[in-house]
């Protein structure tokens, strides 16, 4: 079943054209990953379906509805954003940037009930932050303060998390603690998980299906078997790259070359 379903989709800042006529689809339940080189409009294009940009041209159904059709309360209750920069050094807490996940699910002017205060504190455990709820946000290393935006994310109770670049400044420790976590919420929940993602390692071990941008145009979009070859990726990365495959999980993994 198709959750997303774009077509013809443009858009443009002023007469710079950032995407060009995209048609893809996006299934009920997918890890789908979306990559490209530095400029491929990437960031752009997560925007866009997530209601945060309106397309210049095209359609975006959601659920079989146009996108444009669902209020911001409505959107928020179904999709999470989770943005590149993630949650900056603000003066507030752990528990509470996290509980304000909880937001659209809040009737005007009240505060959380048991129930929301039990989702936060059942996510802050999971992501071992429990012991952290009461420290300023300010005072957290750059992966802690990303765990808490995916957190936040997490609170809101989405039926899609879209996530930009989610293990950017991470190092490997803290990229497979987000990653291992998102893909646990996908498999218990069954919520749809959208990802713009460099490391082409990273998309191979958690994705299904991949969508690789250029230049604002489709190369190439499928199951992730069919879409990571060395072959195109050289020749889009501009890049000379050799496929292995992880000797443990059989995922197509890419070496560079070298000289």
Same mark, same amino acid.
């Given at each position: 079943?198709?959750?997303? %379903?774009?077509?013809? *989709?443009?858009?443009?800042?002023? #007469?710079?054209?950032?995407?060009?006529? @995209?048609? =893809? !689809?996006?299934? /009920?339940?997918?890890?789908?990953?979306?990559?490209?080189?530095?400029?491929?409009?990437?960031?752009?294009?997560?925007?866009?379906?997530?209601?945060?940009?309106?397309?210049?041209?095209?359609?975006?159904?959601?659920?079989?509805?146009?996108?444009?059709?669902?209020?911001? %309360?409505?959107?928020? *209750?179904?999709?999470?954003?989770? #943005?590149?920069?993630?949650?900056?050094? @603000?003066? =507030? !807490?752990?528990? /509470?940037?996290?509980?304000?996940?909880?937001?659209?699910?809040?009737?005007?002017?009240?505060?959380?009930?048991?129930?929301?205060?039990?989702?936060?504190?059942?996510?802050?455990?999971?992501?071992?932050?429990?012991?952290?709820?009461?420290?300023?946000?300010?005072?957290?290393?750059?992966?802690?303060?990303?765990?808490?935006?995916?957190?936040?994310?997490?609170?809101?109770?989405?039926?899609?998390?879209?996530?930009?670049?989610?293990?950017?400044?991470?190092?490997?420790?803290?990229?497979?603690?987000?990653?291992?976590?998102?893909?646990?919420?996908?498999?218990?929940?069954?919520?749809?998980?959208?990802?713009?993602?460099?490391?082409?390692?990273?998309?191979?071990?958690?994705?299904?299906?991949?969508?690789?941008?250029?230049?604002?145009?489709?190369?190439?979009?499928?199951?992730?078997?069919?879409?990571?070859?060395?072959?195109?990726?050289?020749?889009?990365?501009?890049?000379?790259?050799?496929?292995?495959?992880?000797?443990?999980?059989?995922?197509?993994?890419?070496?560079?070359?070298?000289?």
């Amino acid at each position: 079943m198709n959750l997303y %379903k774009i077509q013809d *989709l443009n858009q443009h800042y002023g #007469e710079l054209a950032v995407l060009q006529d @995209l048609s =893809f !689809t996006i299934g /009920q339940g997918d890890m789908f990953g979306i990559i490209g080189p530095n400029g491929s409009g990437k960031s752009t294009l997560i925007s866009t379906i997530s209601g945060i940009l309106p397309p210049t041209s095209g359609s975006i159904l959601l659920n079989g509805r146009p996108l444009s059709s669902y209020s911001a %309360k409505e959107l928020a *209750l179904q999709i999470a954003v989770l #943005e590149q920069d993630g949650t900056p050094a @603000l003066p =507030f !807490t752990v528990e /509470q940037v996290v509980s304000m996940g909880r937001f659209p699910w809040l009737k005007p002017f009240s505060d959380l009930g048991p129930q929301d205060k039990a989702v936060v504190e059942n996510i802050l455990r999971k992501l071992n932050l429990w012991t952290k709820r009461s420290q300023k946000i300010s005072t957290l290393s750059g992966g802690q303060r990303q765990l808490v935006s995916l957190a936040r994310a997490m609170a809101q109770e989405p039926q899609v998390l879209i996530l930009d670049e989610p293990t950017t400044y991470l190092d490997i420790g803290h990229q497979l603690l987000v990653m291992d976590h998102v893909r646990q919420w996908h498999v218990e929940l069954g919520i749809t998980i959208i990802m713009v993602l460099h490391d082409l390692n990273i998309t191979g071990q958690y994705c299904d299906y991949v969508l690789l941008l250029d230049q604002g145009k489709i190369v190439t979009w499928g199951k992730k078997d069919e879409v990571m070859s060395a072959e195109v990726l050289t020749q889009v990365y501009k890049a000379d790259l050799v496929q292995v495959h992880h000797p443990k999980l059989g995922v197509p993994q890419f070496l560079l070359s070298g000289k």
